[in-house]
């Protein structure tokens, strides 16, 4: 019985690891896309078609 609740806590520990790489890897995404989308807004001027 033991080894099962060893087996459900490490378990839930790389969930919760892997849960909170997902957000970080989120967050940072979505911040590069502001960024780039500042830069095209502020540059609009610049392109031609």
């Not at 609740?5 to 970080?24: C, E, F, H, P, Q």
């Not at 502020?42 to 078609?49: D, G, I, M, S, W």
């Amino acid at each position: 019985m033991e080894k099962i609740y060893k087996t459900m806590r490490d378990t839930g520990a790389g969930s919760i690891a892997i849960g909170v790489i997902i957000l970080v890897a989120g967050v940072i995404v979505g911040i590069i896309s502001i960024i780039n989308g500042a830069i095209l807004l502020k540059r609009k001027n610049e392109l031609t078609f």
